[in-house]
């Protein structure tokens, strides 16, 4: 049984910045890209940022330039940090990983954390 589990999320104003933080939690042998995803209110759900084993990263233009996507492997743990927040930025921010355990075989466990709100308002 693996989980990733987010943390960070809460109202902010136009302008500010939060941190998200998601830990990866079980029998883990190892885990690959790491990335953030985002669903606003009657949105589908979209692609934030990535993040590979080896620190490699990739961005959603609409948060180019003002987020950080990171990860600490010893900690399992990948972080978002998010500058200038918008109003278009709101959404529950969910975190992704491909883990691999022992008995995961060769594709690994595509495991989805719970979702964390980010609200931005005046």
């Known amino acids: 049984q693996v989980q990733l589990v987010e943390s960070g999320g809460g109202l902010v104003q136009p302008g500010e910045s939060l941190g998200l933080s998601c830990a990866a939690s079980?029998?883990?042998?190892?885990?690959?890209?790491m990335a953030w995803y985002r669903q606003a209110p009657g949105k589908q759900r979209e692609f934030v940022a990535i993040?590979?084993?080896?620190?490699?990263?990739r961005y959603a233009d609409a948060v180019e330039g003002r987020f950080t996507i990171s990860r600490d492997n010893a900690k399992r743990t990948v972080y978002l940090q998010m500058n200038s927040l918008s109003a278009e930025d709101a959404a529950v921010y969910y975190c992704?990983?491909?883990?691999?355990?022992?008995?995961?075989?060769?594709?690994?466990?595509?495991?989805w954390g719970q979702g964390t709100q980010v609200t931005v308002s005046s």
């Open positions: 992704y990983a491909i883990i691999f355990t022992e008995n995961s075989g060769g594709s690994g466990l595509p495991t």
């Open positions: 079980g029998s883990i042998v190892r885990i690959n890209a």
């Open positions: 993040i590979t084993s080896d620190g490699g990263t």
